[in-house]
């Protein structure tokens, strides 16, 4: 292609492909849609747009802007109807109008721009249309023809969800958007409708695959389907009809690229990726994409249509994987809706409302104080001072058998791989060397990793070493003075041979132990209010690998020591070592370190002990059918497979104060085929329930090196929620979760009682401090220690 006007086919007349169509023809090129369909040929009803979508919209094209504008419908409430009760949050702001009116208004566009409109035409195959034009605008839908013919470069990955949806419309306006649910006796059944014109509403049924066969929908045509669905939101409806157009039932799809262009060809809308309808967003995408690839086609000068496509795509790709996770989400809410109908009326509300992580407590908080604030009542935030601001959902307290936190803020457990190599902590032994912390000089000059770990292993192989130095009093003491309401030590080790490194802190040792106490007196002393906890554990096949700076999950270069495991499966194969599978007297031997260990923790002072059962350590490894293959009772089916780790929680329970709580660290999915399900972690937490846990720790993956993680913000939350949905027991969401809002959003919602964080804390020791602050929280539970306000004189506030 040559700089200056362009040949551009553009396949798919829907909104993302007309769009493009007019703003690249506003640039001077020569345009052409291929469109199958007739003019007016659409599915569903309504479209939903964003003002962010509509600010880019006017500054790309006022008169379309101007067009649309002339027609929306808006709104700023939701309605959510739980149970028959009725309850309204405001300040959403929604425009919305009908989709056939939308194609009309860029028909108009096109026209009057020289587009070239083909309907009723099928495009030419891709290669072809890619030798004659100088670009392909591929917008031709979900079950993209482009894409299939070009799988093998655009490497598509589709994924269908477990709910079955369909799309029907109300000939009257609603006032708001308005979600209900309806408990029918095959299950529960969930309404979305919205106005989107001033005599017609969009309404979307959706329920689970099972619920739709076990009400017969599966036989149904669209006639009777829309009959039944207004028979059961009838008063919703106000007793009036729905009616179809060419509507089906169908289960979403999520479609996800490597990559969106191949030479002249490129992706856009929902050939390149799809954004569940919950969260409206995709018409959305497919205005922003136009707007994206018509700004990158222009800010070329030189002709060259891959590298316009690349700037495009790299440009386009963080809002849209960013939309994607909210999307997935709030798809997976809604797939687990059943679990959340229970809740009381405001919180079922403001879970729905929080559901994909866009809308927080604090935004929600602006946009209707009024609702939030009888939310945070309802949760049992008193008022924190005379002008009446709640205190925020973090700073409430959260009991635990006999222990009770003063908010709900959990130094996550974080391995240091710091610990002395044997020298006496008490004595004030440093990380290197040996010297004293007190002016003492090295015994030999020799370069350590960051805690004293040197690169040659550092503390013996053989078990020396383990003991908590003055690098764990500073971090655990400066986290416990940074206000949380419960720090966790790193994973501890009941045994030599169950380290991970040689840095690793144990405690089977008096030592040990008695540098421990020195911690917790510490953190007792001086951060009053601040609770202390262990996590024991074992390395299991994961163990005798160098500090994680010196290579993670790399075997030590000498001075190994023997591992074990559920099987004789090594971590990495050919990296790792084979772990020997414990024998019958070996686990009688494990069970009877974990609970010496446990012993000693009691005596160190710990307030909460918790047992590791993640991350493909030992316990953990019993539990995955990953890396369990054992034959005899402790393998097999989930009940065999728990029965060890089980053994060793009635181990520790049984020394362990009995008023002191116990936790249990668990991966709730393994991230990889044939591994623990979402089921399976129900079912493993209901077991530990069953014999006394007092809260589970929800962590995921870890447990094989193969694995696949779906990282994003909170992305382990949804199976925290999950297992304290179906079982009622408290839980400890953890991972990614990074801002206070965030905290008191999942606290608010009831998708978790307790947050762990970890980066966070080793950012800022005094992240909670600095929460309160930013919060301008200074209520009784205001967890600034009695020195720093002596130091200050007054609590600083957000406003200082």
């Given at each position: 292609?040559?700089?200056?006007?362009?040949?551009?086919?553009?396949?798919?007349?829907?909104?993302?492909?007309?769009?493009?169509?007019?703003?690249?023809?506003?640039q001077?090129?020569?345009?052409?849609?291929?469109?199958?369909?007739?003019?007016?040929?659409?599915?569903?009803?309504?479209?939903?747009?964003?003002?962010?979508?509509?600010?880019?919209?006017?500054?790309?094209?006022?008169?379309?802007?101007?067009?649309?504008?002339?027609?929306?419908?808006?709104?700023?409430?939701?309605h959510?109807?739980?149970?028959?009760?009725?309850?309204?949050?405001?300040?959403?702001?929604?425009?919305?109008?009908?989709?056939?009116?939308?194609?009309?208004?860029?028909?108009?566009?096109?026209?009057?721009?020289?587009?070239?409109?083909?309907?009723?035409?099928?495009?030419?195959?891709?290669?072809?249309?890619?030798?004659?034009?100088?670009?392909?605008?591929?917008?031709?839908?979900?079950?993209s023809?482009?894409?299939?013919?070009?799988?093998?470069?655009?490497?598509?990955?589709?994924?269908?969800?477990?709910?079955?949806?369909?799309?029907?419309?109300?000939?009257?306006?609603?006032?708001?958007?308005?979600?209900?649910?309806?408990?029918?006796?095959?299950?529960?059944?969930?309404?979305?409708?919205?106005?989107?014109?001033?005599?017609?509403?969009?309404?979307?049924?959706?329920?689970?695959?099972?619920?739709?066969?076990?009400?017969?929908?599966?036989?149904?045509?669209?006639?009777?389907?829309?009959?039944?669905?207004?028979?059961?939101?009838?008063e919703?409806?106000?007793?009036?009809?729905?009616?179809?157009?060419?509507?089906?039932?169908?289960?979403?799809?999520?479609?996800?690229?490597?990559?969106?262009?191949?030479?002249?060809?490129?992706?856009?809308?929902?050939?390149?990726?799809?954004?569940?309808?919950?969260?409206?967003?995709?018409?959305?995408?497919?205005?922003?994409?136009?707007?994206?690839?018509?700004?990158?086609?222009?800010?070329?000068?030189?002709?060259?249509?891959?590298?316009?496509?690349a700037?495009?795509?790299?440009?386009?790709?963080?809002a849209?994987?960013?939309?994607?996770?909210?999307?997935?989400?709030?798809?997976?809410?809604?797939?687990?809706?059943?679990?959340?109908?229970?809740?009381?009326?405001?919180?079922?509300?403001?879970?729905?409302?929080?559901?994909?992580?866009?809308?927080?407590h604090?935004?929600?908080?602006?946009?209707?104080?009024?609702?939030?604030?009888?939310?945070?009542?309802?949760?049992?935030?008193?008022e924190?001072?005379?002008?009446?601001?709640?205190?925020?959902?973090?700073f409430?307290?959260?009991?635990?058998?006999?222990?009770?936190?003063?908010?709900?803020?959990?130094?996550?457990?974080?391995?240091?791989?710091?610990?002395?190599?044997?020298?006496?902590?008490?004595?004030?032994?440093?990380?290197?060397?040996?010297?004293?912390?007190?002016?003492?000089?090295?015994?030999?000059?020799?370069?350590?990793?960051?805690?004293?770990?040197?690169?040659?292993?550092?503390?013996?192989?053989?078990?020396?070493?383990?003991?908590?130095?003055?690098?764990?009093?500073?971090?655990?003491?400066?986290?416990?003075?940074?206000?949380?309401?419960?720090?966790?030590?790193?994973?501890?080790?009941?045994?030599?041979?169950?380290?991970?490194?040689?840095?690793?802190?144990?405690?089977?040792?008096?030592?040990?132990?008695?540098?421990?106490?020195?911690?917790?007196?510490?953190?007792?002393a001086?951060?009053?209010?601040?609770?202390?906890g262990?996590?024991?554990?074992?390395?299991?096949?994961?163990?005798?690998?160098?500090?994680?700076?010196?290579?993670?999950?790399?075997?030590?270069?000498?001075?190994?020591?023997?591992?074990?495991?559920?099987?004789?499966?090594?971590?990495?194969?050919?990296?790792?070592?084979?772990?020997?599978?414990?024998?019958?007297?070996?686990?009688?031997?494990?069970?009877?370190?974990?609970?010496?260990a446990?012993?000693?923790?009691?005596?160190?002072?710990?307030?909460?002990?918790?047992?590791?059962?993640?991350?493909?350590?030992?316990?953990?490894?019993?539990?995955?059918?990953?890396?369990?293959?054992?034959?005899?009772?402790?393998?097999?089916?989930?009940?065999?497979?728990?029965?060890?780790?089980?053994?060793?929680?009635?181990a520790?329970?049984?020394?362990?104060?009995?008023?002191?709580?116990?936790?249990?660290?668990?991966?709730?999915?393994?991230?990889?085929?044939?591994?623990?399900?979402?089921?399976?972690?129900?079912?493993?937490?209901?077991?530990?329930?069953?014999?006394?846990?007092?809260?589970?720790?929800?962590?995921?993956?870890?447990?094989?090196a193969?694995?696949?993680?779906?990282?994003?913000?909170?992305?382990?939350?949804?199976?925290?929620?999950?297992?304290r949905?179906?079982?009622?027991?408290?839980?400890?969401?953890?991972?990614?979760?990074?801002?206070?809002?965030?905290?008191?959003?999942?606290?608010?919602?009831?998708?978790?009682?307790?947050?762990?964080?970890?980066r966070?804390?080793?950012?800022?020791p005094?992240?909670?401090l600095?929460?309160?602050?930013?919060?301008?929280?200074?209520?009784?539970?205001?967890?600034?220690?009695?020195?720093?306000?002596?130091?200050?004189?007054?609590?600083?506030?957000?406003?200082?």
């Amino acid at each position: 292609m040559s700089a200056g006007r362009m040949r551009v086919a553009v396949v798919g007349g829907g909104p993302g492909g007309l769009y493009a169509a007019t703003l690249l023809a506003r640039q001077g090129h020569m345009v052409e849609v291929w469109e199958r369909g007739a003019p007016d040929d659409t599915f569903g009803f309504g479209v939903v747009l964003s003002d962010e979508t509509l600010g880019g919209i006017e500054a790309a094209d006022s008169a379309v802007y101007a067009a649309l504008c002339a027609e929306f419908v808006r709104w700023d409430e939701v309605h959510v109807v739980h149970r028959g009760r009725p309850l309204t949050s405001g300040g959403h702001g929604f425009a919305a109008l009908g989709r056939r009116r939308l194609l009309e208004i860029l028909h108009e566009r096109c026209a009057g721009l020289g587009v070239r409109l083909r309907f009723h035409a099928q495009a030419p195959d891709p290669e072809a249309l890619a030798s004659v034009y100088d670009l392909v605008v591929a917008a031709d839908g979900v079950n993209s023809r482009t894409r299939q013919d070009g799988a093998a470069h655009y490497g598509p990955t589709v994924t269908a969800g477990r709910c079955r949806y369909i799309w029907l419309a109300a000939d009257f306006a609603l006032e708001a958007f308005r979600f209900e649910i309806a408990e029918t006796e095959h299950g529960v059944v969930q309404l979305h409708a919205y106005p989107y014109a001033a005599d017609a509403s969009t309404v979307i049924v959706e329920m689970r695959e099972e619920v739709w066969r076990a009400a017969g929908f599966d036989l149904c045509d669209e006639e009777e389907s829309a009959a039944r669905c207004a028979k059961i939101f009838s008063e919703a409806l106000r007793g009036r009809p729905l009616r179809g157009n060419r509507s089906a039932w169908t289960q979403f799809r999520t479609v996800v690229n490597e990559r969106w262009s191949h030479g002249n060809v490129v992706l856009v809308g929902d050939a390149a990726h799809t954004a569940h309808f919950s969260i409206g967003s995709g018409t959305k995408l497919a205005v922003e994409d136009a707007l994206a690839l018509a700004e990158a086609i222009g800010a070329r000068t030189d002709g060259d249509v891959p590298a316009a496509l690349a700037a495009y795509e790299a440009a386009r790709r963080p809002a849209v994987a960013s939309t994607q996770r909210a999307a997935a989400a709030s798809m997976r809410w809604f797939e687990e809706l059943a679990g959340y109908v229970d809740q009381s009326p405001r919180q079922f509300a403001f879970n729905l409302l929080t559901r994909s992580r866009r809308v927080t407590h604090g935004n929600l908080r602006l946009r209707d104080p009024r609702f939030t604030r009888a939310v945070e009542r309802e949760f049992g935030c008193p008022e924190a001072g005379p002008d009446g601001a709640a205190t925020p959902p973090m700073f409430t307290p959260f009991t635990l058998r006999g222990l009770t936190l003063r908010n709900r803020v959990v130094v996550s457990p974080m391995d240091m791989y710091s610990a002395v190599g044997g020298a006496s902590a008490v004595g004030g032994a440093s990380a290197v060397g040996g010297a004293s912390a007190v002016g003492g000089a090295p015994a030999a000059e020799k370069a350590s990793a960051p805690g004293g770990v040197s690169a040659a292993g550092g503390v013996p192989a053989a078990g020396g070493g383990g003991v908590p130095g003055d690098f764990h009093l500073v971090h655990l003491g400066a986290r416990a003075l940074g206000g949380a309401g419960l720090v966790m030590t790193e994973m501890v080790c009941v045994s030599p041979e169950g380290r991970i490194t040689p840095g690793c802190t144990g405690l089977y040792t008096q030592e040990q132990a008695a540098a421990w106490a020195r911690i917790a007196d510490f953190v007792h002393a001086s951060a009053p209010g601040t609770a202390l906890g262990v996590q024991l554990g074992h390395s299991g096949r994961k163990g005798s690998t160098r500090v994680m700076w010196e290579g993670m999950d790399i075997p030590l270069p000498e001075g190994n020591w023997p591992l074990v495991a559920a099987s004789a499966l090594p971590y990495r194969p050919g990296i790792s070592a084979v772990p020997r599978a414990l024998t019958t007297g070996d686990l009688a031997a494990v069970r009877s370190d974990f609970a010496a260990a446990a012993v000693r923790a009691a005596d160190s002072g710990f307030d909460l002990l918790e047992l590791h059962c993640a991350h493909g350590y030992l316990l953990s490894g019993f539990l995955s059918p990953l890396t369990n293959h054992r034959t005899d009772a402790y393998g097999g089916p989930l009940e065999n497979r728990l029965r060890f780790p089980l053994e060793v929680f009635d181990a520790v329970r049984a020394v362990w104060p009995g008023d002191r709580p116990m936790t249990v660290r668990l991966s709730a999915t393994d991230w990889a085929p044939g591994g623990t399900s979402p089921e399976d972690a129900v079912a493993i937490a209901e077991a530990f329930v069953a014999h006394g846990v007092d809260a589970i720790d929800v962590s995921t993956g870890q447990v094989v090196a193969e694995e696949a993680p779906e990282y994003g913000r909170s992305y382990q939350t949804p199976y925290a929620d999950r297992i304290r949905s179906a079982l009622g027991v408290p839980v400890i969401a953890v991972g990614a979760i990074s801002s206070w809002d965030d905290v008191n959003s999942l606290l608010l919602a009831g998708r978790a009682d307790l947050c762990a964080l970890g980066r966070p804390h080793l950012y800022d020791p005094h992240w909670t401090l600095h929460a309160a602050a930013e919060q301008s929280y200074t209520g009784p539970a205001a967890p600034w220690p009695t020195p720093y306000l002596a130091g200050s004189r007054t609590p600083p506030t957000g406003r200082d």
